[in-house]
T-cell receptor
Framework: GNSVTQMEGPVTLSEEAFLTINCTYTATGYPSLFWYVQYPGEGLQLLLKATKADDKGSNKGFEATYRKETTSFHLEKGSVQVSDSAVYFCALTGTGANNLFFGTGTRLTVIP | EAQVTQNPRYLITVTGKKLTVTCSQNMNHEYMSWYRQDPGLGLRQIYYSMNVEVTDKGDVPEGYKVSRKEKRNFPLILESPSPNQTSLYFC??????????????FGEGSRLTVL
């Protein structure tokens, strides 16, 4: 079946630190992979995506590369800001694409 | 402005008292879905709808009903709420063509407490 395993949180970093949030997946076929972000008090919004192996998604300084050989899609940012404090969800499309399968989310807090 | 609107945003109710959470989108999206978010469990799909009058169960449909009489609206109905339905609920939508892009548009969430 389809599943996403995300790094347990919460994660607390100082401003300008390097961020990695690990995500691995199990899926049949060739899923598309996504990172969603949820800022406090808001709904989720798409941060970046990759639709095939070796694709790199990027947005707002965040990057993630679709690694089929390790079934991973780790989220990285070189220098985090306080405004990046949020919950980050890794997700993948299921067969038939009627659903997105989400990880449990990782809460990131960036302190000045 | 393109948006998904949910109401109410916050609700405290008692066991057994029927309630409806409304969801409306103004993007003419065919697909709509309801999720619940619980600590340590992430988002789990309750029901989804591929288009008007077409609905189907997600992963956790027990205790919920939905309807899709109009394209823009997708209400979530709890006929007899129980405390285990205390959760944060999200409605989401996307276009039919967005199936592979996976970009869902989410509402701001409805926090429900059942006493």
């Amino acid at each position: 079946g389809n599943s996403v395993t995300q790094m347990e949180g919460p994660v607390t970093l100082s401003e300008e630190a390097f961020l990695t949030i690990n995500c691995t997946y199990t899926a049949t076929g060739y899923p598309s992979l996504f990172w969603y972000v949820q800022y406090p008090g808001e709904g989720l919004q798409l941060l970046l995506k990759a639709t095939k192996a070796d694709d790199k998604g990027s947005n707002k300084g965040f990057e993630a590369t679709y690694r089929k050989e390790t079934t991973s899609f780790h989220l990285e940012k070189g220098s985090v800001q306080v405004s990046d404090s949020a919950v980050y969800f890794c997700a993948l499309t299921g067969t038939g694409a009627n659903n997105l399968f989400f990880g449990t989310g990782t809460r990131l807090t960036v302190i000045p | 402005e393109a948006q998904v609107t949910q109401n109410p945003r916050y609700l405290i109710t008692v066991t057994g008292k029927k309630l409806t959470v409304t969801c409306s989108q103004n993007m003419n999206h065919e697909y709509m879905s309801w999720y619940r978010q619980d600590p340590g469990l992430g988002l789990r799909q309750i029901y989804y709808s591929m288009n008007v009058e077409v609905t189907d169960k997600g992963d956790v449909p027990e205790g919920y009903k939905v309807s899709r009489k109009e394209k823009r609206n997708f209400p979530l109905i709890l006929e007899s709420p129980s405390p285990n339905q205390t959760s944060l609920y999200f409605c989401a939508s996307r276009s039919a063509g967005g199936a592979n892009t996976g970009e869902l548009f989410f509402g701001e969430g409805s926090r429900l407490t059942v006493l």
